[in-house]
């Protein structure tokens, strides 16, 4: 791959220099990543899990392997040596090296490639930098996620904006959802408001599914509405062009699929909207006024770069040494035999699985006639609990629950019991009237780790069906 010679990775035994000239050693060889053949349970010494514990929740935050952590730590060393040293000179063309490998990773100009801490400030940065006016609207879809959506209800107590959702339930066709979109956004037009931005994902969170990210794209353009991608599951489990997608806005988190330390993104910003995102979150020194009454002086040296690429440089004091090792992680990937590999092996899986976790509890895979729902690393089952039978339940018990809360506590119960009893986690949630299951497919786990899930799944369904979560409920007051 052509951008293996534009870093240094924890293999290396040369040495990265800062802008003064400094020396910043890396990794000696003796840390280099034996490369691998197999993927599945024989990597998980490669990762740093308690040997008692199976992480069956890879989608929520990620991990790394023991040789990304040594290069973290290596990285914390530097900083700790000298830090004003390192923090002015030396990280920031580490930084600019670290932007080079997702640019090409993403195919994508340097110049609009930044990094931050994790999508859902990049959302925050976006939506509050659009200096929203009267008529303006933020567009979003039933399946965002859950914080996103609480950006926007944010934005619309405090602006002029009117937030208006696209609503749906799965499993639907990629076509009927972006029909709808489209309706919503020609309805809006003709009623004389502006939708402005439309919030979409690569893959939604809760149920993990593909959306058809490339159509919505093309959508927004044709409709002249700005187009903001939550790819917080798209870098790392989706071959994204971004040149090609054409996306106004788009962040993605590292620490979930790129196997990078927390907390590291990417965020993307074609030159054309640059000008729009006129501060960061926190605004810091490389901000800069339109209209100063004095100039301000930025504490930093100076340098060429762009105004938008400056600004994310420093944004505060804070460990930025997850940014560094995206090199690290980008090397280890390489060494399981790189994207397009470990892309197949976890997609496969993740729908193998699907399958045999529905068989074991006798239920069905959230997926739609054509099957491009299931088109990544993350799969939905429903499990065998009916909302009814579990109402009967509890009333028989003389006990009183609201019927959102008693879909959380039931899921609440047995997340505890996941956690506690079989010392594992995995996402559960309540879609479309029915709980179900999101299961993680990565390189570290196989259908064994998925047979074992499904069968724990059924035994606890069954303990919600003889009513054992009623020890949660408060009893009905007389």
Request: glycine share 6%; proline share 4%.
């Amino acid at each position: 791959m052509a951008f293996w010679g534009k870093f240094l990775p924890f293999g290396s035994s040369k040495k990265e220099k800062g802008s003064n000239g400094q020396i910043a050693t890396l990794a000696d060889k003796t840390n280099a990543v034996t490369p691998k053949t197999k993927f599945g349970k024989e990597l998980r010494k490669e990762f740093l899990f308690d040997e008692k514990y199976l992480n069956l929740n890879h989608g929520s935050f990620g991990t790394y392997p023991k040789a990304v952590r040594t290069a973290l730590r290596r990285y914390q060393d530097q900083a700790e040596s000298h830090p004003d040293n390192f923090i002015r000179y030396e990280y920031p063309p580490m930084l600019d090296d670290r932007r080079q490998i997702l640019a090409d990773l993403l195919h994508a100009p340097v110049e609009t490639i930044v990094l931050l801490l994790n999508a859902t400030t990049g959302i925050n940065i976006v939506l509050r930098d659009l200096n929203f006016k009267d008529g303006d609207v933020i567009v979003y879809f039933d399946t965002i996620y859950g914080a996103c959506e609480k950006v926007i209800m944010y934005m619309a107590e405090t602006t002029p904006v009117e937030a208006v959702k696209v609503e749906y339930v799965y499993p639907l066709s990629d076509s009927e959802l972006v029909d709808r979109f489209r309706a919503v956004i020609t309805k809006l037009q003709e009623e004389g408001k502006n939708p402005r931005v439309a919030v979409f994902d690569t893959v939604a969170s809760m149920p993990g599914v593909k959306m058809p990210y490339e159509e919505l794209g093309k959508a927004c353009r044709g409709l002249n509405v700005l187009s903001f991608v939550d790819g917080a599951h798209g870098v790392g489990q989706r071959d994204l062009n971004l040149t090609e997608l054409d996306f106004d806005f788009f962040v993605s988190n590292c620490h979930k699929w790129l196997y990078t330390p927390r907390a590291c993104a990417v965020f993307y910003v074609p030159e054309r909207n640059q000008s729009l995102i006129r501060s960061t979150l926190p605004t810091s020194h490389g901000f800069m006024p339109k209209s100063p009454k004095k100039k301000i002086l930025n504490p930093f040296p100076e340098n060429n770069k762009s105004y938008f690429v400056n600004m994310f440089e420093f944004t505060g004091t804070c460990d930025n040494s997850a940014f560094l090792c995206i090199a690290d992680a980008m090397k280890w990937r390489e060494s399981l035999g790189g994207e397009a590999a470990i892309r197949e092996y976890c997609i496969d899986l993740a729908q193998k699985a699907g399958k045999r976790v529905a068989e074991i509890l006798g239920t069905q895979v959230i997926e739609n006639a054509e099957g491009t729902l299931g088109q990544c690393s993350m799969t939905n089952v429903d499990l065998p609990i009916k909302f009814e039978e579990v109402q009967k339940i509890v009333e028989e018990a003389g006990k009183v629950i609201d019927n959102v809360d008693l879909q959380y506590k039931v899921r609440d119960w047995m997340t505890m019991r996941l956690v506690k009893q079989h010392n594992t986690f995995l996402a559960l949630g309540f879609y479309n009237g029915v709980w179900f299951v999101r299961l993680s497919a990565t390189v570290y786990l196989d259908m064994d780790d998925f047979e074992w899930a499904g069968k724990v799944l059924l035994e606890e369904c069954e303990r919600v069906q003889k009513g054992e979560f009623l020890e949660w409920i408060e009893p009905q007051e007389k």
